[in-house]
């Protein structure tokens, strides 16, 4: 059945022929290999990998811990890491410094539910740049540095494609 030209009872795009692939480099730019799994550095800091740890929990967060992180950006992170170096730049009173959780802050419960449940059905990926590469002029092996330090590989472009 038709409405509006959409069909009722079949999910959208269903059936729909494409040639992109689910592994690997997607024409969309996106490395699913690397996709959410942080690395990118905003000064100092270094976003986090927000996809499944080992146990399954989105950067090793429990579903409390990440609506209170979005809520108020309180560092579970560093808390539970403090030796990371990209902690030990500060402040004193772990806030997530690249996480736009004041944006987020007023979401309700189910929505940041929803979002910790799509976090958490995402592959396991990883950085490109690690926490030992450092961020430019800041820290690990890129310090003295004013580019990336990790290598320009076809897996890991460097400089990053947009995303």
Not at 3 to 18: D, L, M, R, V, Y
Not at 111 to 140: E, I, Q
Request: with cysteine.
């Amino acid at each position: 059945m038709w409405s509006s030209g959409i069909a009722i009872g079949i999910a959208p795009f269903e059936g729909t022929p494409s040639s992109q692939s689910v592994e690997g480099r997607l024409k969309a730019n996106f490395n699913t290999s690397h996709y959410m799994g942080g690395g990118q550095c905003f000064g100092p800091f270094m976003t986090r990998n927000l996809t499944p740890d080992h146990n399954g929990l989105p950067e090793g967060l429990t579903e409390a811990e990440f609506i209170t992180a979005l809520r108020t950006g309180e560092d579970f992170y560093c808390e539970k890491a403090p030796s990371d170096p990209i902690c030990a730049l500060g402040p004193e009173t772990p806030v997530l410094q690249v996480m736009p959780w004041p944006t987020y802050h007023n979401m309700k419960d189910t929505d940041l539910r929803a979002t910790y449940a799509y976090l958490k059905a995402l592959p396991r990926a990883s950085a490109c740049n690690t926490v030992a590469n450092g961020c430019p002029g800041f820290s690990g092996d890129a310090a003295k540095q004013s580019t990336y330090a990790y290598q320009n590989t076809e897996d890991c472009p460097n400089p990053a494609a947009p995303q």
